[in-house]
């Protein structure tokens, strides 16, 4: 019951703040510019009205781009640069307009204020960025321990079969899986403890999502997962309605892009619904530690 309490008052605290899951969809959209914008530039100086967009449209062509000489290479050479670039800002926004995101979900029946939302921004910037650098290089760090390093070692055992490689794989993956959910339980405990506290402290936070974690592991686990499987599987459907949806008009092409943008804003909410719930949840535990 105290799952589906926390699930039900963390969606009800998602529907309060739609004003700042609208800042966060912006905030994305403005960093994927980043590269999209440039990358139209290039696509429409280097074709024109050129009917080889034609070539383009069931998929992309290597021939195509080959045609443009040197200009594909030069964009090719500094995609890396740019690609690097997106995730650094994507990264810094997130950990910003995040720390607005879990004040505002601490409050269930205050309103939204954007005065609050951008201060509490900028005051929990700097230990949600910590946060999410350490929880992210511990989650990277696993991937490569515990499915990286044993499947290159079975590699290099040279087996007869695919079979056994394959098996492991799937195995360490899935442990893999299990393991980065907890981190993302201990991320959001932290954050949460984060955004509640006058403290500014990374590392206390840290401790407290750890100790969170693991003391309250029955129902924490159990909600952290449901909720992850809830974002699998909404982002495997806006990726199926993007993917089979191919307009071939300048009209279905507009269209595309604001079902798409209400798609990733919808996408952005239920990630919200699990921070709403993990904070839900805390202060279910902090009443019953009371």
Excluded at 118 to 133: E, G, T
Excluded at 228 to 239: C, D, E, M, P, R
């Amino acid at each position: 019951m105290k799952i589906f309490k926390a699930i039900a008052s963390g969606f009800c605290r998602t529907l309060k703040v739609w004003k700042g899951i609208l800042l966060v969809w912006l905030g994305s959209l403005l960093t994927v510019s980043i590269i999209a914008i440039p990358m139209r530039s290039f696509m429409k100086a280097g074709f024109g009205k050129s009917m080889v967009t034609e070539r383009l449209a069931d998929g992309i062509d290597m021939a195509a781009f080959g045609d443009l000489g040197d200009a594909f290479w030069n964009m090719a050479a500094s995609f890396p640069s740019s690609f690097l670039l997106l995730i650094l800002v994507g990264f810094i926004l997130g950990a910003f307009l995040t720390g607005g995101i879990f004040d505002a979900l601490k409050s269930p029946l205050s309103r939204f204020s954007g005065a609050s939302f951008f201060r509490a921004c900028a005051a929990n910037f700097w230990p949600f960025l910590v946060i999410s650098l350490l929880c992210s290089l511990i989650i990277l760090f696993l991937g490569l321990f515990v499915v990286a390093l044993p499947f290159s070692l079975v590699r290099g055992m040279q087996t007869q079969s695919e079979t056994g490689p394959a098996s492991f794989v799937m195995i360490s993956g899935l442990i893999f899986l299990l393991i980065a959910a907890i981190m993302v339980m201990v991320a959001d405990y932290a954050r949460a403890w984060q955004a509640a506290s006058d403290r500014r402290s990374c590392f206390k936070a840290l401790g407290f999502g750890f100790s969170r974690t693991f003391r309250t592991f029955l129902s924490s686990f159990p909600l952290i997962v449901l909720m992850i499987i809830i974002q699998f599987v909404a982002g495997f459907v806006i990726l199926r309605v993007l993917a089979v949806w191919k307009p071939d008009t300048g009209a279905g092409v507009f269209l595309l892009f604001i079902i798409s943008q209400v798609l990733i804003y919808l996408k952005t909410g239920i990630r919200v619904w699990r921070q709403g719930s993990v904070t839900a949840l805390k202060e279910i535990n902090d009443n019953k530690a009371l």
